[in-house]
């Protein structure tokens, strides 16, 4: 199984900061990697897929980047609604997801 | 409107069983390959089980495999998923989602979600 492990469990940062979310993969997933936003009480929502690629309705400020067994997500200048729970996941050996980064207000 | 919507969910005794569905509405479960994510409470997510489109093949992770079964009804336009056998871990919101090739086979559709609490 393709274990992901995601760093900061925590990022606390102020609206309009730069926020950096790491997630690192045990072995190569290729660029078959994807990013959730999850708000408490609500489903998580695509926002990025095959590691760099917008879902659509997805703001520009949202970036990622990455292959091989690293990548990033880049969120520009934050928003108040950005504040929330951060998954990745692999979809190149079946589908696990990452343990979440917490981007709270600082 | 393009929706899933689960329901079924509820408490449950430990070896008990328990049936969800989710009913899609503005496109067809036939021609998408459907999921079920849960999520135990204050936890991360993890994938349970696939269903593919068009010919039917069945993915398990291997804590439901033997346990779970997914199904769907094409003319209800619904996913469902049985539970036997259930043990107080698989207490969690239960999500079916959709996966779209197009994006990378991600999962572009999620229900709001149902909860499964097993417990004596």
């Known amino acids: 199984e393709i274990v992901l492990t995601q760093s900061p469990a925590t990022l606390s940062l102020s609206p309009g900061e730069r926020a950096t979310l790491s997630c690192r993969a045990s072995q190569s997933v290729n660029i078959y990697l994807v990013w959730y936003q999850q708000k408490p009480g609500q489903a998580p929502r695509l926002l990025i897929y095959?590691?760099?690629k917008r879902a659509t309705g997805i703001p520009a400020r949202f970036s990622g980047s990455g292959s091989g067994t690293d990548f990033t997500l880049t969120i520009s200048s934050l928003e108040p609604e950005d504040f929330a729970v951060y998954y990745c996941?692999?979809?190149?050996?079946?589908?696990?997801f990452g343990q979440g980064t917490k981007l709270e207000i600082k | 409107e393009v929706q899933l919507v689960e329901s079924g969910g509820g408490l449950v005794k430990p070896g008990g069983s328990l049936r969800l569905s989710c009913a899609a509405s503005?496109?067809?479960?036939?021609?998408?390959?459907m999921n079920w994510v849960r999520q135990a409470p204050g936890k991360g997510l993890e994938w349970i089980s696939s269903v593919s489109s068009r010919v039917i093949f069945v993915y398990y992770a291997d804590s439901v495999k033997g346990r779970f079964t997914i199904s769907r009804d094409n003319a209800k336009n619904s996913l469902y998923l049985q539970m036997n056998s259930l043990r107080a871990e698989d207490t969690a919101v239960y999500y079916c989602?959709?996966?779209?090739?197009?994006?990378?086979?991600?999962?572009?559709?999620w229900g709001q979600g149902t909860m499964v609490t097993v417990s004596s």
């Open positions: 996941q692999q979809r190149s050996d079946w589908y696990t």
């Open positions: 503005g496109f067809s479960v036939n021609a998408s390959i």
């Open positions: 989602a959709r996966e779209v090739l197009a994006a990378g086979s991600a999962f572009d559709l």
């Open positions: 095959d590691a760099s």
